[in-house]
Each structure stands twice: as C-alpha cells, then as structure tokens.
C-alpha cells in the first residue's frame, strides 16, 4: 500500500508508523531521513540540499519532490511505503501526484491521526527532562515518584523552552492552517482516514490496520 500519514505534533505519529512498516513491511520515508541519505551520498540533488541546509534555509520545492522522486524510485519502494511529512502543501501533493502517475501508481490511504488540541497541549507542555542523565518523564503519563527530582539519578527536572505552552500553541496553530488545505485537498478525492489518536496506543494501532484492511478489500 500507499500511504500518507498526517498527525499534528503530539500526536503520536512516529510510534504509529514505526508499527504501521513493521506490520505492513514497507519503508518509512520522511524528507528529513530523504535530505540525509541524498546529502551523505553526494547527488546533484543532495548537494543542492545541503548548500540550503547549511544556509538554514528551507530547501526549495524543486529539489524537495526531486529527492522523494529519487527516494520513491528505489527498489524497497515497489511493495509500497509510508510517505510522513510529505506533502505539506496542495503544491507538493500535485508534484507527488504527477510523480506517480510516471510510475502508473496512487496513493492509497491518507491517514489523518485526530488528537483535540487540549489534549495535545497537555501531552506536549508535560514533558519533563532531567539535567543530569537526560532521562525524560511526563507529568501525567510518566510522573516521577518524587515531583520534580528524577527517578534514575536524583537530578532536577526542568522544561525545554520548546515545551512551554505558548510556543506549543504557535505550532500547533501553524499545523493546523498548513494542514487544513491539504486535509481537504485529499478529502475531495476521498482518500482521508481520520483514526482516533486519543485511544490507547496498542488501540490507536488496532484501528489504523483496521482501516488498512478495510480500504485493501
């Protein structure tokens, strides 16, 4: 199968797609890990990656599809593969449906983990990491015994800058107002699979290969 997995930050996406290719035996393919191979092996696209990497720039539409073509084209692609964090706009998911169509291939399920904001606010802004091993806790799903000391060393918990509920919203938001055209872009040609991201995790798993199963009948 085909597939795009969509989910804000929060969400629980990385541990559902690491299942996801495991049960379906396909490759995970995210442009970060795309820009990295293309980069470490030198190709014309990888170079041109790299000069706006180093830059801190955005790498340019272009040369984005460019490297997922390349990424796409490669054997372990041919059974199917897990597209996440690609597209992320209506303009890379024409470009993605053009490279495909080269290919005589289609997506096939777009996946759409749902998680309230709320929620994910408090999943985000939870997070606590101690300063002296690194070890991470949460104050609701993984609470210390003794609040604010780690369970490991002792050492002081503390919250990254990245946490803090104002910079969690700012991303959430921006999120939501890249995502929504391109939630709607996939909804007019009836491929979106909205999966309750609330649930359990073995459940929130159960669910999307339900809703596999049920789109590859």
Not at 9 to 30: C, D, F, M, W, Y
Not at 173 to 196: C, F, G, H, M
Not at 203 to 209: D, F, G, N, R, S
């Amino acid at each position: 199968m085909n597939l795009i997995f969509m989910g804000p930050p929060g969400a629980g996406k990385g541990t559902q797609a690491e299942r996801i290719v495991e049960t379906l035996n396909v490759p995970h393919i995210s442009t970060g890990d795309a820009f990295r191979a293309a980069m470490k092996e030198g190709t014309a696209l990888g170079i041109q990656a790299k000069s706006f990497v180093d830059q801190g720039l955005l790498v340019p539409d272009e040369i984005t599809v460019g490297i997922v073509k390349e990424r796409l084209e490669q054997p372990d692609c041919t059974k199917g593969f897990l597209l996440d964090g690609f597209p992320r706009t209506v303009v890379q998911a024409d470009a993605l449906g053009s490279i495909l169509n080269e290919m005589n291939r289609s997506i096939d399920v777009v996946l759409d983990l749902a998680v309230d904001r709320d929620r994910l606010l408090a999943r985000l802004t939870g997070r606590r990491i101690c300063k002296s091993c690194g070890a991470t806790f949460h104050l609701i799903f993984n609470p210390t015994k003794v609040e604010g000391k780690c369970d490991k060393c002792s050492g002081d918990l503390y919250q990254r800058a990245d946490d803090h509920e104002e910079k969690v919203g700012t991303r959430l938001d921006e999120y939501i107002s890249k995502t929504a055209p391109l939630l709607a872009y996939y909804s007019e040609r009836e491929l979106v699979k909205s999966v309750n991201g609330e649930q359990a995790i073995d459940a929130v798993t159960e669910e999307i290969m339900n809703t596999l199963r049920g789109t590859n009948q």
